[in-house]
């Protein structure tokens, strides 16, 4: 067995075809099949199910797999602390955040980051938390910014603040000049949320239950996309309140406060329990919560 063949077997569960499995580890396809063949007969076992559109793993193949995770990224921390030294600090750290949020947070923090950690850049994954949960447990990522709940087992979850919701309507709605909006009132309306998957959808949905029930709901690949069809006057849209800051308001679109009790969301930082770079957490803590955006002013008080 060698790391090698480790990253190979890892590249055909990724991508469930040889081919492409071949391009990401930059081999030609008939090399990585024979490793990938020689390690299933030193092993006795077949790893996959070759089928005529895509490669599945057998059960245990997936244990194998799984294991050969660990061992790479076991292999990669040697490299690392040879690399590091004793600082904690340097070399890139994998960053997961959902959808809803990187665009938003991501241009407030990094300057903090660049400032404590000019030595940790961050290689950030932009994905559905179902999908960053999967890479949070297979070490794919170091660590990840979601909305609560998020029970994983062997994950710590540590608070970061509480955002609140706003209504986003077009500038020629008769909405638009309304100080507040009670969540009922969504359902009278065509309201435009993100694809089924998002938790932000959820989170809507849950806030506004009466949308679930008579509400018209059409749906958006992007908050950005939703954002200018709300521009174009297609209907109204829900925002967390991070992606309605002056930076990113357009002059067609009103912005309305909902009435108490406010809808809201609670976001979060997780990682693997035993994670060894724990001051690079603490750095991504102390960067997101020194932040002073007005809109996220409860992350002192959940600090």
Known sequence: ???SEFKFIVAVARERNFRRAAEKCFVSQPALSLAVKKLEEELGVTLFERGHKD????????????????????????????????NQLAGPFKLGVIYSTGPYLLPEIIPALRKLAPEMPLEVEENLTANLETQLRNRVIDAAIIALPFDVPGVHCEPLYDESFVVAVPDIHPWAERKLIH????????????????????????????????GEVLQGNSLETIRNMVASNL???????????ERYQNPLIRMIPFAEPVPLRRMALAWRKGYAREQAIECLLQAI??????CLQSIIAAA
């Not at 919560?289 to 007005?294: V, Y």
């Open 183 to 214: 969540a009922e009132e969504l359902a009278s309306e065509k309201v435009l949320l993100l694809n089924s998957g998002h938790c932000f959808s959820t989170q809507v949905v849950l806030a506004c239950p009466e949308l679930s029930k008579s």
């Open 235 to 245: 209907g109204i849209t829900v925002l967390p309140c991070s992606a309605a800051v």
């Open 1 to 3: 067995m060698t790391l």
């Open 289 to 294: 919560r020194a932040l002073k955006s007005p």
């Open 55 to 86: 490669v599945t793993m057998t059960p245990i193949g997936e244990q194998i797999v799984a294991q050969a995770m660990r061992a790479l990224e076991e292999a990669d921390r040697v490299k690392e602390i040879a690399r590091m030294g004793n």
